[in-house]
């Protein structure tokens, strides 16, 4: 059996994904999670939603950056 690798932020450059536009379609359970984390570690995230559905309605209200899923 190998042994099991841990990476920590100081082995990796955060940088590298901070330069990129994230789009994550779906603001369930793992859509909100997954964003608001690289939201809140200042990555650029976009939510693909549907407009005008409750999704995008409580995306817009946490001050999200939402598109139609097409865009």
Same mark, same amino acid.
């Given at each position: 059996?190998?042994?099991?690798?841990?990476?920590?932020?100081?082995?990796?450059?955060?940088?590298?994904?901070?330069?990129?536009?994230?789009?994550?379609?779906?603001?369930?359970?793992? $859509?909100?999670?997954?964003?608001?984390?690289?939201? +809140?570690? @200042?990555?650029? %995230?976009?939510?693909?939603?549907?407009? $005008?559905?409750?999704?995008?309605?409580?995306?817009? +209200?946490? @001050?999200?950056? %939402?598109?139609?899923?097409?865009?």
């Amino acid at each position: 059996m190998t042994e099991l690798k841990i990476y920590l932020d100081k082995d990796i450059n955060t940088e590298l994904i901070k330069s990129k536009k994230i789009a994550i379609i779906g603001f369930g359970s793992q $859509g909100y999670g997954q964003g608001m984390n690289l939201v +809140d570690s @200042g990555c650029d %995230v976009v939510f693909g939603l549907r407009e $005008g559905r409750q999704s995008w309605i409580k995306a817009k +209200d946490y @001050g999200l950056k %939402v598109m139609e899923i097409a865009e």
